[in-house]
């Protein structure tokens, strides 16, 4: 079974920083996504980055990028020259492609908070 | 294009009433989801569905049941509320490709009494 861990519940960053949030994950498979979604306060999900198992290369979306590191399984998201509008929980998810339904697991979620 | 809407998007239910949540999306998605996020917490799934006319549990799907009659609907029922299902509910739907993300609707925030 797979199953994702972020160890940090909550954290301050000042506008304009850069800000890593952590994501690890354990599974046996070798074939796998993994996703962060960000939950604003009005409560939608809304997808940011996505890498996969396979992929060389770190996904980068914008001020969006995932610092992927297999062998310690871990999939970091960095969010570079922080905004007032990042203040949100931020999701990791994992999707085994081996599993039915390509469902994810979600890890419990890290609360950012940008100071002006 | 819509995306994926939910249907009601506030809901009150006193302990043993029923109720349906409905699903749609417009984006021809071949998968479909239903997740239950609690405060503080991660989205666990209830159920899900590969395609029309096909459901499968997921992680938590006490309570629950769902049909998938129609490709672009996806229902969720409570047949006997409980407190314990007081939480926000979300939608989800993707399509069959492997990289695909999902795409989320806006929740449903149901509290049971």
């Known amino acids: 079974a797979q199953k994702i861990t972020q160890t940090q519940p909550g954290m301050f960053v000042q506008e304009k920083e850069a800000v890593t949030l952590d994501c690890t994950y354990d599974t046996s498979d070798p074939s796998y996504g993994l996703f962060w979604y960000k939950q604003p306060s009005s409560g939608e999900m809304i997808f940011l980055i996505y890498q996969g198992s396979y992929d060389q290369q770190n996904a980068t979306e914008g001020r969006y990028s995932l610092n992927f590191q297999k062998a310690r399984k871990s999939a970091n998201l960095v969010i570079s020259a922080s905004q007032l509008g990042d203040s949100a929980m931020y999701f990791c998810?994992?999707?085994?492609?081996?599993?039915?339904?390509?469902?994810?697991?979600f890890g419990g979620g890290t609360r950012v908070l940008v100071k002006p | 294009n819509a995306g994926v809407t939910q249907t009601p998007k506030f809901r009150v239910l006193k302990t043993g009433q029923s109720m349906t949540l409905l699903c749609a999306q417009d984006m021809n998605h071949e998968y479909m989801y239903w997740y239950r996020q609690d405060p503080g917490m991660g989205l666990r799934l209830i159920h899900y569905?590969?395609?029309?006319?096909?459901?499968a549990k997921g992680e938590v799907p006490d309570g629950y049941n769902v049909s998938r009659l129609k490709k672009q609907n996806f229902l969720l029922g409570l047949e006997s509320a409980a407190p314990s299902q007081t939480s926000v509910y979300f939608c989800?739907?993707?399509?069959?490709?492997?990289?695909?993300?999902?795409?989320f609707g806006p929740g449903t925030r149901l509290t049971v009494t």
């Open positions: 569905s590969v395609g029309e006319g096909t459901t």
């Open positions: 989800a739907s993707r399509n069959y490709n492997r990289g695909g993300e999902q795409y």
């Open positions: 998810a994992m999707r085994l492609d081996s599993a039915a339904g390509n469902k994810l697991t």
